[in-house]
């Protein structure tokens, strides 16, 4: 039966996301309980393509990649796929009818991914930011606000900024990983050369513009996914602070991370501020 298939698929979605990300996990959990798969869906789908790029280097990764953009729009055509990542992934974007260029840019940054090692200026950062990070963004917006285009208009500014706050801190977080597993530089401001405290700083100013923006946003959202994407933003913005304590040097030799239990007193905390509206 078709049901137990999409089933099937939802699910493997959702295995994807909490066996790849327990930060993201706990922002989708705290989401209302119909937003949960169609966004573990998105996330699936991003996973895997950013896993052709990052990991298979041993295979022909071009041809993977161009295989599983085929594979994806005709998944969207025809409402299946065998791939049940793909399945998951077109379900939701034929229910809340996501735009099939945000699909494209996404695809193109990941094509990016393969042929550049390094973004030299500023132009260069943001067209691959723009893919790889704000407009997933959009694409969970879409699912947030329920089809509502003008509520989807309105938020689009923020939620745009939050994916390139996370991709940022990202950046940032992996930038040893970066540098020496895979040879990439993305921001222009190292571009041959070392980190330094004034390059640090300069790059945490343009990371907090887009937290302070995004949060603008988030305080806009329905209350069905509002506190779980204010949890995810706390996360990140913990995760940016602690980046910012740390020297230059520290950056390039250790990856930043949040224990486990320092997780649940993000979720904790986030939660006592969100019912007495702090911050919010």
Request: charged fraction near 25%; include cysteine; hydrophobic fraction near 40%.
């Amino acid at each position: 039966m078709k049901e137990i298939y999409d089933r099937v698929c939802v699910k493997t979605s959702e295995f994807t996301t909490h066996s790849y990300s327990t930060s993201f996990s706990l922002g989708i959990r705290s989401l209302s309980k119909e937003l949960r798969s169609p966004i573990c869906s998105i996330y699936g789908f991003v996973r895997f393509a950013d896993e052709i790029v990052d990991t298979f280097h041993d295979y022909p990764q071009k041809e993977i990649l161009n295989n599983f953009r085929q594979d994806t729009f005709k998944a969207i055509e025809i409402g299946f796929s065998i791939n049940p990542i793909l399945h998951a992934f077109q379900l939701t974007v034929n229910k809340y009818k996501i735009p099939h260029n945000l699909i494209e840019t996404f695809l193109h940054s990941m094509e990016m991914d393969l042929e550049k090692s390094e973004y030299i200026n500023t132009e260069e950062l943001d067209t691959y930011i723009l893919g790889s990070a704000e407009v997933v963004g959009l694409m969970c917006l879409k699912i947030f606000v329920n089809g509502d285009e003008g509520e989807y208009h309105r938020l689009s500014f923020s939620a745009k900024k939050l994916g390139a706050a996370f991709q940022k801190v990202n950046f940032l977080r992996d930038l040893k990983d970066d540098l020496n597993g895979l040879g990439r530089t993305y921001f222009p401001s190292l571009s041959g050369k070392e980190l330094t405290t004034a390059i640090k700083k300069e790059i945490e100013s343009d990371i907090a513009l887009d937290f302070t923006e995004a949060l603008k946003g988030i305080k806009k959202l329905p209350p069905s996914s509002k506190f779980g994407v204010f949890l995810a933003y706390t996360y990140y913005y913990s995760l940016f602070r602690k980046i910012k304590k740390r020297p230059a040097s520290q950056i390039l030799n250790k990856r930043i991370r949040i224990p486990n239990p320092e997780k649940m007193v993000i979720l904790f905390s986030t939660f006592l501020k969100y019912r007495l509206n702090i911050n919010l």
